[in-house]
């Protein structure tokens, strides 16, 4: 199973994949974590861009699309472990939210894994910029308030659970497990 951890810039993705791996591991499961961007070549290349003033540019989004593209291709053969539960800090939807342009997007994600179901940590704009170092290009409230209102509307095309981020870290996680819990055939009411 692939699940996806999708969000605006300091939602907590990477905290709630390691509290849930936690609990799925304790739960029997296997579990693999990936992140994207990667720490390959192409990964280093487009953190390095990302901080250029010009990275929302019309251009310089193409030329994001095509290496974000090409570092979840270099992973591609991970998401194929059929025995394990993948969770991964962020996939091709993230591409089709922040890039903003879908059918470049979709034409370079031909190949990319559709998730199996794709959590949504959906936060209030202000609090993810006060979260962020506001290094990275996009971490403006301009930009996030648009990749936010993508985000919910992408949601729709999967198979999907929107989570309220603004809670406390506990909170989030314990609305994550209820969330998925029917998704591995679990009884949500028995988590803890
Ligand atoms: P992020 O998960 O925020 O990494 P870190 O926690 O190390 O800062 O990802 C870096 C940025 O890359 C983030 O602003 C979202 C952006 N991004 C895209 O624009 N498109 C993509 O396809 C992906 C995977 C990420």
């Given amino acids: 199973m692939y699940i996806v951890f999708e969000g605006i810039d300091g939602a907590g993705k990477s905290t ?3 509290m849930l791996n936690e609990w799925l591991e304790a739960n ?3 579990v693999e974590t990936l992140v994207e961007p990667t720490d390959s070549k192409v990964g280093k290349l487009i953190r390095e861009i990302l901080q250029r003033p010009d990275a929302t540019t019309e251009t310089v989004q193409k030329v994001l699309a095509l ?3 090409a570092d979840r291709m270099l992973i591609m053969d991970k998401l194929n472990e059929e025995s394990k539960i993948i969770l991964s800090d962020r996939s091709f939807i993230s591409s089709l939210a922040y890039q903003d342009n879908p059918e470049w997007v979709k034409v370079l994600n031909k190949y990319a894994k559709q998730p199996d179901l794709l959590l ?5 704009v202000k609090t993810s910029v006060s979260r962020t170092s506001g290094e990275d290009t996009f971490e403006n409230e301009e ?12 949601a729709k095309d999967y198979t999907h659970e929107i989570i309220d981020a603004n809670n406390g870290v506990n909170k989030v996680s314990s609305d ?5 819990a029917p998704h ?7 988590i803890r």
């Fill in 16 to 18: 709630q994949i390691q």
């Fill in 28 to 30: 029997g499961f296997r």
């Fill in 67 to 69: 290496l974000f593209a």
């Fill in 120 to 124: 949504l940590l959906d936060l209030d």
């Fill in 143 to 154: 930009t996030l308030t648009r990749v936010k209102q993508n985000y919910l509307e992408l």
């Fill in 176 to 180: 994550i497990k209820k969330a998925v």
């Fill in 184 to 190: 591995l055939g679990m009884c949500p009411d028995c």
